[in-house]
T-cell receptor
């Protein structure tokens, strides 16, 4: 039982390049989330998904797109990377769409855009 | 909108010292409150939570009490160990929002020295 896995762990992009961050969970969770973590700002929600086929914007969605490929996988795509997207990205999942439910986090992807 | 304010770090302590990390919140509804911990190089993991006023969450020697009158959820531990060195995040989830989205504070780094 690996929990929440993310790939890659590290990535360096040039401005304008695109990439997809992958996330998968093996806990049969319904809800999945993408956050970014920046110094002094905590974690901010980018997008979330309550179930396969549904996604919705969070606090900071601009410059990102997501795909809930199936119940296990939730990917985050940067179409044209910008230096402002340099951050650590975390994927998380929870069993259900419940404000009291625990969220389980992956180990993160450290992205640098030059 | 909802927000969480935490004391700034880093907080540096000697082993066996008493730890307090202050957390206050602003919310329009009746939030659930959480403390998440991030050990070096890892993703976040739930430390404890409280879902209604006067509830006390506890885990691994840490405690926090949901104080509605002071809108606070301060984290305490009576005797810290070097292994408690981490970043601690206070977070809330609005119970009127069925999506379970978390609003995080900026995080407080704790460094415990032998």
């Amino acid at each position: 039982n690996a929990g929440v896995t993310q790939t890659p762990k590290f990535q360096v992009l040039k401005t304008g390049q695109s990439m997809t961050l992958q996330c998968a969970q093996d806990m049969n969770h319904n809800s999945m989330y993408w956050y970014r973590q920046d110094p002094g700002m905590g974690l901010r929600l980018i997008y979330y998904s309550a179930s396969e086929g549904t996604t919705d914007k969070g606090e900071v969605p601009n410059g990102y797109n997501v795909s809930r490929l199936n119940k296990r996988e939730f990917s985050l795509r940067l179409e044209s990377a910008a230096p402002s997207q340099t951050s650590v990205y975390f994927c998380a999942s929870s069993a259900k769409r419940d404000p009291m439910a625990e969220q389980y986090f992956g180990p993160g992807t450290r992205l640098t855009v030059t | 909108g909802d927000s969480v304010t935490q004391m700034e770090g880093p907080v540096t302590l000697s082993e066996e010292a008493f730890l307090t990390i202050n957390c206050t919140y602003t919310a329009t509804g009746y939030p659930s409150l959480f403390w998440y911990v991030q050990y070096p190089g890892e993703g976040l993991q739930l430390l404890l939570k409280a879902t209604k006023a006067d509830d006390k969450g506890s885990n691994k020697g840490f405690e926090a009490t949901y104080r509605k009158e002071t809108t606070s959820f301060h984290l305490e531990k009576g005797s810290v160990q070097v292994s408690d060195s981490a970043v601690y995040f206070c977070a809330l989830s609005d119970t009127t929002d069925s999506w379970g989205k978390l609003q995080f504070g900026a995080g407080t780094q704790v460094v415990v020295t032998p």
